[in-house]
Structure formats: C-alpha cells, structure tokens
C-alpha cells in the first residue's frame, strides 16, 4: 500500500508540474458548468489535449492487439481494459472517465468537477468502490493547493509562485514519507527545470524538459529519460523509452521504441493510430477512436 501511495502522489505531482504554471488552467466565462461558451481558449480545453478539432461531448477508445500477416497489420482481439470513454461538458472539460474491463463492466471511473472552469475535485472509484478523491484551490488562474485523500493516507500539496519558479511542497499523512518539495522553473506555461528534495533539504532528483508546439519532446531525469518525435499535426510519430498517446505519457525500458501512423476524420481529428514497438516495427496494437461531435 505504501508503495501505491507514493506513486499516486507522483502522479499527482506530474499533473500539478505541467498545468500549474498556467497551461490548461480551463479559464473562461460560462453561465454554468454545462452552460454555454462564453469567452473560453479552446486550445486549453481537455478537446484539445485529446487531439480533438473540434467541440465534442464524448471520446470512446477502443484498443486492439495488432500483428502482423503478409506484410499486412491484421487488427486482433479487444485487448482486457481496451475501452475507455471520456464525457466532456460544453465547455470542452472531461466530467467522467470510465475505463472497461470488458464492454459491460466498469473497472475504473473518474469524476471531474469544476467551479468557473477551474478544476475543483476529481473522484476516483475502482470497481464502484470510492479510491479517492482529489480536491484543488485556485487564486485567479494558479492553481495554489491540492489535497488528496486514498483511505487512511493524505497528500497534501501547497504550491507558491516566484516570478518564473514554482515551488511545490508536499506533505504526507499516513506513512513515514512525512514531506518533501520541487522546485520548477518555468517559460511561460512550460515547466523546463525541476529540482526534488527530501525533508532534510537534500537534492533527490533532477528533471529537464524540451519542447515541441507545447507537446513534450524530451524529458530526462535521475531515473527516466524519454524522446517524442512529431508530425506536421503535432502528433507524436516516434517515441523512445516511453509510449506517447493522447498526452499521456507512459515511461517504458530505455532503449523502448514505438512508431504510430494515423487516419484521420473531416475534422481532421485522428481515428485510428498503429503503433509499431522497434525499429523493425513490429505491428503492437491499434487503437481507434469514436468522436461524438456536437
């Protein structure tokens, strides 16, 4: 459990580093949480991290075991937890996502709230049973504090501003991981340098990011390092030590390569994506995507 509850704050600090400094604070005008648009950046909205052009009120994934047959990618079975489906309000912010086990059974969803588009708390529920649940406070469109509940366990994070550094300072409740904080020096909304310390002080681990169009090209740390390579739509096409789809990127073994190729709809938006692992592309598995426009 200890060892769970320290990822998950991990997790949590990944989310704080890249969306604190500004980058999709989900500032706006509406009449309410599902009213209608007012003044609002739709290349801060969650229809944009998800790499799609246009308004949307749902995102379904469906994920295929790929091989290869002939020389041709032969799509395979549905892969076990290969469906996942994202709601969206009008104001393009997921309100739910729901992971599938199987096509009738939910394994995992999440519950997004929101006040004046700002992110006010996620609810996590792991097979209907309430995992956790995360709640943040804002002054203006800096997000200042993060608290997060997972049973017994408490994960606090308050964060504070210095012209281009932010500094995060994390406190456990629960476990012997009593405190620690991060240092982030950002250019604009991008977070470039990182600096972990423990409760004494002492320097745990050095992070620094490059980027491409706002989407991250490169990442090195103490114990992870990862490329991303794009295309004209900004659209990863090749990635090393990591798996990139949708924004999420997913650390793997180092020397890790995947290649990705895209169909697209009238929107221009991407369906389906093959992802080949290795330089000898190896059909891995393929993904598509069904866009519920409104």
């Known amino acids: 459990m200890r060892k769970e ?25 509406t009449n309410s949480d599902n009213g209608k648009i007012g003044v609002l950046d739709f290349n801060k909205t969650d229809l944009h991290k998800y790499e799609i052009n246009g308004w ?15 020389g041709s990618v032969i799509q395979g079975d549905l892969l076990r ?12 912010y997921e309100t739910v996502i729901s992971k599938f086990k199987y096509p009738d ?8 709230s929101y006040i004046e588009n700002k992110l006010d708390s996620v609810w996590k ?12 406070g804002w002054e203006g469109d800096k997000m200042i504090s993060a608290n997060t509940v997972i049973g017994r366990h408490k994960i606090t994070t308050t964060i504070g501003y210095e012209g281009d550094l932010k500094k995060s300072q994390i406190s456990y409740w629960g476990n012997d991981l009593l405190e620690n904080y991060v240092i982030t020096k950002h250019d604009g909304e991008l977070a470039l340098e990182e600096e972990h310390y423990d409760k004494s002080g002492k320097i745990t681990n050095k992070v620094t990011r490059e980027w491409h169009n706002g989407k991250l090209a490169k990442y090195v740390s ?10 004209e739509k900004n659209l990863p096409i ?17 020397n890790d390569t995947y290649y990705y190729e895209y169909e697209y709809d009238d929107k221009d938006s ?3 994506v093959y992802i080949y692992e290795g330089n000898d592309k190896t059909p891995l598995k393929i993904i598509e995507r069904e866009i519920k426009y409104i």
């Not at 030590?241 to 650390?251: K, L």
């Open 5 to 29: 509850i320290f990822q998950f704050a991990i997790i949590i600090l990944a989310v704080l580093t890249v969306n604190c400094g500004g980058g999709n604070n989900r500032n706006g005008e």
């Open 270 to 272: 991407w369906i389906k």
């Open 56 to 70: 949307a009120s749902e995102l379904k994934l469906l994920g295929y075991a790929a091989f290869g047959k002939y």
């Open 105 to 112: 059974e939910i394994m995992e969803k999440e519950i997004f």
């Open 81 to 92: 937890g290969g469906i996942t489906v994202y709601e969206f309000n009008k104001s393009g």
């Open 125 to 136: 529920y792991s097979e209907s049973k309430l995992y956790s649940l995360s709640t943040y």
């Open 238 to 254: 090749k990635s090393i030590g990591c798996s990139a789809i949708m924004g999420e990127i997913t650390p793997t073994y180092k």
């Open 222 to 231: 103490n114990k992870d390092s990862y490329s991303i390579e794009y295309n």
